[in-house]
Structures are given as structure tokens and as C-alpha cells.
């Protein structure tokens, strides 16, 4: 199987930006839809951003359109979600995920079988 791993979290203030990257082993991520999902203490985990095998279909939820963008380099086999003009709502743990399909992004967490440990990012108002 694949495996996930993300990095890049932190401490940014309100306004700021940050990169995470989602690095994967085991398996290429061009046999993988990969997705990006968040889950705040107390509240389930949401959908952020998907994108298929080759980057030319992308999916963003609405509380992070224009805002956020997902990449992905399949040479480097590592998925990356640039997070800019952050909110403090936007304060949560980031997980990658994937699931081996290459074309349909699925914004359900049920969808993606394999996930990462996840990143921490806390935005200060």
C-alpha cells in the first residue's frame, strides 16, 4: 500500500500563508486520487481540496476556494496544498489522503482509504 506523510504545519498569523506537502512511499501517486482533508478538536473531518492523477481536474471545498491551492508532483511523489490569506478558522489538523483511482475526486473521507498522521496548523487572530 501507500503511505502518507505531511508536513509543514504550524504557527502563522491570520493573513499569512503556509505550505504543507504530503509525501508518499511504497506506491506512485500517479495510480492515486489524492485529497486533502481537516478535522478542528470536537468536529468531524471535512473535505478541503481533491485533485486527480494528473492535476488537471481539481476540487476545492467553498470555505477554501481562492484561497487555498492544491498541487501535486508525480515525479517527486508528493502532493502539496499552499494555504494563503488564512483564517483562524481555517486552525486544524490537515490530513493527506488517497485512493486508488486516478480520475474521480471524491469529496466523502470514506472515498480515500489510505491517510496520512496529519499536520498540525494553528492560525493566531
Known amino acids: 500500500q501507500v503511505q502518507l506523510v505531511e508536513s509543514g504545519g504550524g504557527l502563522v498569523q491570520a493573513g499569512g500563508s503556509l505550505r504543507l506537502s504530503c509525501a508518499a512511499s511504497g506506491r506512485t501517486i500517479s495510480n492515486y486520487v489524492m485529497g486533502w482533508f481537516r478535522q478542528a478538536p470536537g468536529k468531524e473531518r471535512e473535505f478541503v481540496a481533491g485533485?486527480?492523477?494528473?492535476?488537471?481536474?481539481?476540487y476545492y471545498a467553498d470555505s477554501v476556494k481562492g484561497r487555498f491551492t492544491i498541487s501535486r508532483d508525480n515525479a517527486k511523489n508528493t502532493v502539496y496544498l499552499e494555504m494563503n490569506s488564512l483564517k483562524p478558522e481555517d486552525t486544524a489538523v490537515y490530513y493527506c489522503?488517497?485512493?486508488?483511482?486516478?480520475?474521480?475526486?471524491?469529496?466523502?473521507?470514506?472515498?480515500?482509504?489510505?491517510w496520512g498522521q496529519g499536520t498540525q496548523v494553528t492560525v493566531s487572530s
Open positions: 485533485i486527480n492523477w494528473s492535476g488537471d481536474d481539481i
Open positions: 489522503a488517497a485512493n486508488r483511482n486516478r480520475e474521480f475526486i471524491g469529496s466523502h473521507p470514506n472515498y480515500y482509504g489510505y
